[in-house]
């Protein structure tokens, strides 16, 4: 009896080799995949689930949908892009702007 397993890819060809390594990444982005997609399900049935309170949280569910705008064909053009980008640094402005007036007496 042996102690120590075999590795069997070791008795295969090099082709053989690379076709399971390649099974085995492609499994893995799958899964990988499969858990990204459970999980923004997951945040979008929290950000579905109430009315946002705050600028602040108003900005996070803008942001979620933009990231998801940009991952479209639609927004592969560099003026969508460059829109998206000047949005989100108005955001972080304003957001900033909002909270330094916070201070402020009245």
């Given at each position: 009896m ?5 590795e069997?890819?070791?008795?295969r ?7 399971t ?9 799958e ?33 979620y949908?933009?990231s998801?705008f ?9 003026r ?9 640094a ?17």
């Amino acid at each position: 009896m042996v102690d120590q397993p075999t590795e069997l890819d070791t008795h295969r060809g090099m082709a053989a080799q690379k076709a399971t390594e390649l099974r085995r990444l492609r499994m893995e982005v799958e899964k990988d995949h499969s858990d990204l997609l459970a999980r923004r399900e997951e945040l979008e049935k929290y950000l579905a689930a109430a009315s946002a309170e705050t600028w602040g949280e108003a900005v996070e569910k803008t942001r979620y949908l933009l990231s998801l705008f940009a991952e479209t064909p639609a927004c592969q053009d560099p003026r969508r892009q460059q829109l998206i980008k000047s949005l989100l640094a108005d955001f972080e402005r304003l957001l900033a702007a909002n909270a330094n007036d916070k201070g402020k007496p009245i």
